[in-house]
């Protein structure tokens, strides 16, 4: 491709009015000036895709997945189509087009599908004919010819896909605010904004609830180098985070980042036999049915029998209380509970590889406001915490205090390499 390459994305809330879409519009009329070529992913209207849930919902209680990505896919063409007409309207040459028209191949696990290739022959000759291309995030079709979503904030992950496969020169993900922060700023208000995010970083807070963007699109950048641009789709002259590799050269902070994550769950299933093969069949049946577990205890066993606790995303709750009230039966576990009222506690940052301490002084800080843990897990570069929901802000805030995140602003050095060509992902 002669010209270089931008691909931006914008979320619901950045298109959640015609005001909005016609901001949007000209915001992509002033990046055109510029000479470069422009695919703009987007996501349905604000609400749009909560809204044909619900209706799914009142007509099934358990709607099939295949319907719901055939219902839920329409928000993104709705919100394609219309930015197309606002472009074109201003004179710009632009182009609709939804997830099987940009030849985006995904498996078959509706609701939750995973991109396999993009075939963008015909994108890259519209691109080529001066047209700016305007694809339906979130959607691609499977060997069938069936419609499939990639998950909630998919539209994330078709953008740095379609980057990918177009090798564009950047990713930028335009949305409701301005870059990735130290904490939510709506939670702790001295929160500052991050210049620069290693992917490691990045998806370490996106996995533990920063929702800023969907993990999966962390992962397909860091697999392929893209670098990701999260700016506000309002403000004009915005520098955003930019998510990169590492410079091996820089010192990394010791702590990035804190988060909570209130849209977890525990279930707890109490004396199962310790025997080997007893985990196997609890989280088999909850793999099968695509239910993520996240931290995993296992109590000291006493007298041949142990409790077992787990924690997995809160939307998923209901459908693996039934399947672990089965198991349960199965196993002979006395007795399966769950708790909705947590939250996890999330500290990362990349330094944490080369200093000692963080976890401890988590600990001690926690402690001194009187915050019980209730479950613990590490890695590399995070320690969580699971605590009670209600303890979220005074935790997050005690610890964005601690570790001086408000007044140390932290310099890296950003390393923006060219994208590399996709082959299937
Ligand atoms: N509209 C979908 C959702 O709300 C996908 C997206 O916004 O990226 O999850
Ligand atoms: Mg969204």
Redesign the pocket.
Known sequence: MSKSLIVQ?Y??TSLGTLERIECVADRIVKLRKTGVDIVVVV??MAG???KLLKMARSLSKNPARREIDML?SS??RISSALLTLALQSRGIPALSMTGRQIGLQTDSTHTRARIKSIDAQRARKMLKENHVIVVA??QGINEEGDVT??????????AVALAVALGARQCEICTDVDGVYTADPRLVPQARRLDVVSYDEMLEMASLGAKVL?IRCVEFAHKYKMPLLVKSSFKERDKGTLICEEDPKMEQPVVSGIMCDKNQAKITLKEVPDQPGIAANIFEPLASASISVDMIIQNVSEQGHTDLSFTLEREELNEAMVIMKKVAKKIHATHVSSDAKIAKLSIVGAGMRSHAGVAAQIFKTLSAHKINILMISTSEIKVSCIIEQKNSKLAVTALHDIFKLENKPVKKNAKNKTAKKMSAV
Do not use: I
């Not at 979503?149 to 078709?158: H, M």
């Open positions: 994305k979320g619901g996501s349905a749009e895709t909560d839920l928000g993104e995030g979130f979503t990639l998950g909630r904030g998919g539209s994330d992950t078709s969907q």
